[in-house]
């Protein structure tokens, strides 16, 4: 029998400040957006989430989103689905995406 596979690639959900919401570009993404739910942006990675926020944060083939306006993760968003194959992960990506934009959030994705 082959040994199992080791799954690494994780999705992850990254709040953004309020101060996202004043970028035209972010509002047109979210016009189902309810005010009082968060803005937030989601993503996938093969790294540790922690590690992939703090190369956003630091510029490193960061989405200018998380790098200008990301606060924290949240990982009761996402910590049920990973480690996982990275084609899962590119669906759940998708997916999670989707799923926060119909409970109403501000969402942005890559």
Do not use: C
Not at 28 to 37: D, E, F, K, S, V
Not at 46 to 73: C, E, M, T
Not at 99 to 104: D, F, M, N, V
Request: glycine residues 10%.
């Amino acid at each position: 029998m082959p040994p199992r596979e080791r799954y690494h690639h994780h999705v992850y959900v990254v709040e953004l400040s309020d101060d996202v919401w004043n970028l035209g570009r972010f509002r047109r993404a979210n016009p189902g957006y309810r005010l009082g739910q968060p803005f937030v942006y989601v993503g996938m990675t093969g790294l540790d989430p922690d590690l992939r926020f703090d190369k956003h944060k630091a510029g490193i083939q960061a989405n200018s989103y998380v790098r200008d306006f990301g606060v924290r993760l949240l990982p009761a968003l996402y910590a049920t689905y990973n480690p996982m194959p990275y084609e899962a992960a590119r669906e759940m990506e998708v997916e999670l995406g989707i799923a926060l934009r119909e409970a109403g959030y501000g969402v942005w994705q890559a």
